[in-house]
């Protein structure tokens, strides 16, 4: 970075290694946070860290998903969730924001700057496919590691997301080969949307050095079977997002129709979510 104001706090190093310390330790559970509001709340329900979910927060900002946002958007939203919790806030970096090992390395230290202890690199390279070539996402991933020392955070934690069975572009002797090569590249976990099948994950946790991360659905194993099989760390993706824009839509819904009010019972209170944002 070029001034000593942009280089990272002994804080944001700490959060670093506090985000390593969850996996190394057990399994870290993350909520996913779509802005300053929902990281609040979930640091409030007892998180330990939080993530970010690429496809929330490009909701919020009226955005589709699937790296429709820009890097400076990202990593202003990153900078209003790490200043609204004292927790390791790890982000969706979707691709990178270019399809470059530069223009990784650039997003990487706009997310340092923004106050991020970790970030989760894709290697698709566009939603739905292709994949980058494994030597080329290995390449995009060792340009963050460098990024990351550069910008005065070699404690960033690097998870890299392969798409692989989350589009049905291979299966786990395709994970495999990518977790060697990632890994290799200086990734600190693997993160595998869209595998959810207990005997795959733990053939695919015992084979790999890396830390795995799944995504939890609606409907699909909890947390103690998927830490049964093995897996390190467990997100949510857009799924709380998506509960809370049906909890909106049911409330207008009503008020709209029938003219009542049944679906805001049990709500936080309006002080209670407002001492939230008093730091």
Same mark, same amino acid.
């Given at each position: 970075?070029? *001034?000593?104001?942009?280089?990272? *706090? ?37 998180? @330990? ?93 060792? @340009? ?36 060697? @090569? ?33 995504? @939890? ?20 993706? *857009? ?41």
């Amino acid at each position: 970075m070029s *001034t000593d104001a942009t280089l990272p *706090t002994t804080k944001l190093r700490e959060h670093a290694l506090r985000l390593r310390e969850l996996v190394a330790d057990g399994v870290l559970v993350l909520p996913n946070a779509w802005d300053a509001g929902s990281a609040a709340v979930i640091a409030s329900a007892g998180a @330990a860290a939080v993530a970010t979910t690429s496809g929330g927060v490009s909701w919020s900002l009226g955005r589709g998903d699937g790296q429709q946002l820009g890097r400076e958007d990202m990593a202003a939203v990153a900078r209003r969730i790490t200043a609204a919790v004292d927790l390791p806030v790890t982000v969706d970096a979707e691709g990178g924001y270019g399809p470059k090992p530069a223009d990784v390395a650039d997003t990487v230290r706009a997310l340092v700057a923004a106050g991020a202890a970790g970030v989760n690199l894709e290697d698709s390279a566009a939603p739905g496919g292709p994949l980058f070539p494994v030597a080329e996402q290995a390449a995009r991933l060792r @340009a963050a590691r460098e990024a990351a020392a550069e910008a005065g955070l070699p404690e960033l934690v690097v998870n890299a997301r392969t798409d692989v069975f989350l589009f049905g572009l291979g299966g786990l002797d395709d994970v495999l080969a990518r977790a060697e @090569a990632y890994a290799e590249a200086g990734a600190d976990g693997l993160f595998v949307p869209g595998l959810l099948d207990l005997d795959v994950l733990a053939r695919l946790t015992a084979a790999t050095s890396l830390p795995v991360n799944a995504m @939890a659905v609606a409907g699909g194993p909890g947390v103690a079977e998927l830490a049964a099989a093995g897996v390190r760390r467990i997100s949510v993706g *857009t799924g709380l997002a998506q509960a809370a824009y049906t909890a909106a839509r049911r409330a207008a819904a009503e008020l709209l129709g029938a003219g009542t009010l049944a679906e805001l019972d049990g709500s936080l209170g309006f002080g209670e979510l407002d001492a939230l944002y008093r730091r």
